[in-house]
């Protein structure tokens, strides 16, 4: 086994943030549509948000708030990946595919770094929680589970990314099929009240598991337990079997020969 | 297995499968040659005559159809890492990002090769010294102009010490003096350090300047030898002659001279030696059918079109 796995997969991963902290629309995009999705949606929706099944009344701006988190996650983690297709065009990934580099450490640094900036993106957000309510307490064991939940998304977006020639398709993509796993994910609104197809759809949506495990993450088992949502050891589970799967099919599919 | 020989290729051949509405095409097709130790290969060819995919197939970036490769002893399909570490590739679309530095291209390069600490440091300085681009270290890559980013495209494959470096159209988009530089770089780079460089270029003078020239066409091998030599096979001088009527003029050339012309948009042309008694001849016998004529020394160009009856450039 080569011993340059991981200064290969850091050196891909330093490249990756220092990309990012160049780029300043991308960190202002990724944090503030999310904060006005939020802010919006969060005084809209407001009062007339009451879900019959919540044992402690949760105002609808708590509710959606941790959903937000998760957006930012997808958000950035997700648009982190869109750099393999400009990479591929712009000639950089020719060089590194022709690099004594593994190529699992290719996946990883790039995986790395999409869950890094997904994850300070996050952290900034949750630093809002004592707003509405959500004490920060817990934040070391929440850091663990929204970095478990991004590299599982970042992963998603390279093996969506991995084969694309063009950012438009991308963006398709992104509409099409993940905003609609983020919106039946519970982020926005909870299973219970959703009529049952709909039920179905998010139980089958493994994204529903990573909010659900971001939830008891915040919450603690205590607050967690009386939520209509997946249980701990389900959602987690389900989390991490989802990121190492995506995972094993990127590095799968970057080994397979041009 | 001759250490020798920097690359033996077997009997490449590579085949483009068919996507939507293009047509399956092979590219190459049984291509076999050695590359020796310390010698300027060049890979000599018209577009699409198949020096790119034969350049990415021996950079590993893509895999043989059929055939293979042995390069400094290691099979490019079997051994591809330890292919990877003895070669440096120059790719004829830039590789750098254009977003980082000079400095933190370099850097998080030679850290793909293994490259750490002291010994990174101190090759990214001298690398960025020998190319003259050290004083542009820490500007983006975005700011240089086309002939310095291709030195630090050069500075990146020569990083790690490659024993090999394969380039891809190097001088494509430099200005003749930036193309004069890079070419007394590779000399030197062959000279100081042994290095041995395989280029693929369209460009006639720059297979003049290499130790070796391999002439692809239509993915095969046309010709396979110095240049001196290959210019030596054509035979004495070359005689173009312009004519309003090729048809008729080869006729009579062939009655009266025994000599068949090859023709092509009307000119004709003859390969003959002592080529300027031959035209007092050729002009006194058919002074009507003749527009102007020319006589040169051959070029490797008149190689070219002895061995496949076409011009380089000519479209088929």
């Known amino acids: 086994m080569s011993g340059s796995f991981f200064l290969s997969a850091s050196a891909l991963w330093r490249r990756e943030m220092v990309r990012f902290i160049r780029q300043r629309s991308r960190i202002i995009g990724a944090f503030a549509s999310p904060l006005i999705f939020w802010l919006l949606l969060g005084f809209g929706v407001g009062s007339s948000f009451n879900p019959a099944t919540q044992a402690r009344t949760m105002g609808y701006q708590e509710y959606f708030f941790p959903g937000t988190v998760l957006m930012i996650l997808l958000f950035t983690s997700i648009f982190s990946t869109i750099s393999i297709i400009e990479d591929r065009k712009e000639g950089f990934l020719q060089a590194v595919l022709v690099a004594p580099v593994p190529r699992s450490a290719l996946v990883f640094g790039k995986l790395l770094g999409g869950t890094s900036l997904a994850l300070m993106q996050g952290v900034l957000f949750m630093l809002l929680a004592p707003l509405v309510g959500i004490s920060i307490s817990r934040l070391p064991g929440t850091l663990l589970m929204l970095a478990l939940v991004a590299f599982g998304l970042t992963a998603l977006g390279y093996v969506i990314a991995w084969n694309m020639d063009s950012t438009q398709g991308f963006h398709a993509i992104m509409n099409l099929f993940l905003i609609p796993m983020w919106l039946l994910c519970g982020a926005v609104f909870p299973a219970s009240g959703a009529p049952g197809w709909l039920r179905v759809v998010m139980m089958l949506n493994p994204l529903t598991y990573g909010m659900a495990a971001v939830r008891w993450a915040i919450y603690g088992s205590e607050v967690a337990s009386t939520m209509d949502i997946p249980g701990f050891g389900l959602s987690i589970g389900i989390t991490v079997a989802f990121a190492a799967f995506i995972f094993l099919a990127a590095i799968r599919m970057t080994r397979r020969p041009v | ?316």
């Open chain 2, 1 to 316: 297995m001759s250490s020798s020989l920097a690359v033996q290729a077997t009997n490449l051949t590579f085949d483009y499968p068919a996507r939507g509405k293009a047509a399956a095409r092979r590219a190459l097709n049984g291509v076999s040659f050695d590359v020796r130790r310390g010698e300027i290969f060049a890979l000599l060819g018209p577009n699409g005559g198949g020096k790119t995919t034969l350049f990415k197939i021996l950079c590993t970036a893509l895999s043989p159809t059929n055939g293979t490769a042995v390069i400094f002893g290691f099979d490019i399909q079997k051994q591809a890492d330890e292919v990877r570490r003895r070669i440096g590739v120059v790719f004829q679309n830039p590789s750098l990002d254009k977003k980082l530095t000079v400095l933190e291209n370099l850097r998080y390069h030679g850290q793909l090769y293994g490259l750490r600490g002291g010994e990174l440091a101190s090759r990214v300085s001298e690398m960025m010294e020998r190319l003259a681009v050290a004083d542009r270290a820490r500007d983006l890559v975005e700011t240089l102009s086309g002939g310095l980013a291709r030195r630090v495209e050069l500075a990146k494959g020569l990083l790690h010490r490659p024993e090999l470096l394969i380039l891809d159209e190097p001088s494509v988009g430099l200005d003749p003096g930036a193309r004069h530089d890079l070419w007394l770089y590779l000399q030197r780079l062959r000279e100081k350090e042994d290095v041995t460089i395989l280029v693929t270029t369209h460009l006639i003078d720059e297979g003049d300047r290499s130790d070796r020239v391999l002439v692809l066409n239509e993915g095969t091998i046309v010709a396979l030898d110095t240049p001196v030599r290959l210019k030596e096979q054509i035979g004495g001088d070359v005689i173009s002659i312009a004519t309003k009527d090729p048809d008729r003029l080869v006729g009579r050339i062939r009655e009266k001279f025994g000599i068949t012309p090859t023709s092509f948009n009307g000119t004709l042309r003859i390969e003959k030696q002592a080529g300027h008694a031959f035209i007092s001849q050729v002009v006194d016998a058919f002074p009507d059918l003749i527009e102007a004529v020319n006589l040169s020394k051959p070029t490797l160009e008149d190689v070219f079109i002895a061995r496949t009856g076409h011009r380089f450039w000519e479209d088929k």
